[in-house]
């Protein structure tokens, strides 16, 4: 199957490669294996969930919820605990209107965001707005 990306931005602050923005999540179809990027901004593992953790990524877009399940959670634990800025693999499952990526691979992409306090990582324009 076909990883639906985006096209990077040229002269763009430091963003995580091949991610589909928040904000196109309703064009692939349900089933469909897409990547996602963006600060982790709820982390959630309620009591009734059997072990499942529901994560809020969000980009300059929109937001993506996740879904973790129990055994992916043991596999990428760190990433999922400590990222600031997750990049996230896995299928959409469209129910009652809401779309969730349900996580096969999550990566760690936080170093990113300490080359926004860099100075000279960021193209001219961006440092001096």
């Known amino acids: 199957m076909q990883i639906l990306r985006a096209a990077p931005a040229t002269g763009d602050w430091p963003r995580p490669p091949a991610a589909l923005v928040a904000a196109r999540l309703h064009e692939p179809p349900a089933g469909a294996r897409v990547t996602v990027a963006g600060l982790v901004i709820l982390r ?3 009591g009734t969930a059997k072990g499942v953790i529901f994560l809020t990524l969000e980009d300059e877009t ?3 919820n996740v879904v973790v399940w129990r055994a992916l959670y043991e596999r990428f634990r760190r990433a999922v605990i400590a990222g600031r800025l ?3 693999t896995g299928r959409l499952q469209r129910e ?3 779309v969730h990526l349900v996580a096969e691979r999550i990566e760690d992409l936080s170093p990113l965001l300490d080359r926004l ?3 000279g990582a960021l193209p ?3 440092e001096s707005g």
């Open 86 to 88: 997750l990049r996230v």
């Open 96 to 98: 009652a209107g809401v």
């Open 44 to 46: 959630q593992r309620p």
């Open 62 to 64: 929109g937001v993506a």
């Open 117 to 119: 306090a860099t100075p």
């Open 124 to 126: 001219p324009s961006a």
